[in-house]
Nanobody, 125 residues
Framework: VQLQASGGGQVHSGGSLRLSCVVS????????VAWFRQAPGKRREGVSCIIMLAKTTWYAEHVKGRFTISRDKANDTTVYLQMDDLKPEDTAVYYC??????????????????WGQGTQVTVSS
């Protein structure tokens, strides 16, 4: 499948953004979809993950309570990442990817699934 991430932008600290990950060429129904991010000079990290069929979710500790991952209820082709109370340290390029390990790899910042291109999120103080 091919994934496309969008929705990034520039906001002030405390602001919100909603990222979208749209798949083409297949369905996300039987997989997990994850969001990752990579800031300049830093290692890529997993941010959140959702197992589509089970609707089970995982969040990195430092985004819990601020980010919400969800799927489009009408179809299995879109996953969202609602990001609230954004902080300057959330500034990074955000990527979505499928995770064949059902989120286990996401927790280590890795995935062997299909990746979308990144979308830049910039949070100014």
């Amino acid at each position: 499948v091919q994934l496309q991430a969008s929705g990034g932008g520039q906001v002030h600290s405390g602001g919100s953004l909603r990222l979208s990950c749209v798949v083409s060429g297949g369905s996300l129904r039987y997989v997990a979809v994850a969001w990752f991010r990579q800031a300049p000079g830093k290692r890529r990290e997993g941010v959140s993950c959702i197992i589509m069929l089970a609707k089970t979710t995982w969040y990195a500790e430092h985004v819990k309570g601020r980010f919400t991952i969800s799927r489009d209820k009408a179809n299995d082709t879109t996953v969202y990442l609602q990001m609230d109370d954004l902080k300057p340290e959330d500034t990074a390029v955000y990527y979505c990817a499928t995770d064949p390990s059902l989120c286990a790899a996401t927790m280590t910042g890795e995935s062997r699934g299909d990746w979308g291109q990144g979308t830049q999120v910039t949070v100014s103080s």
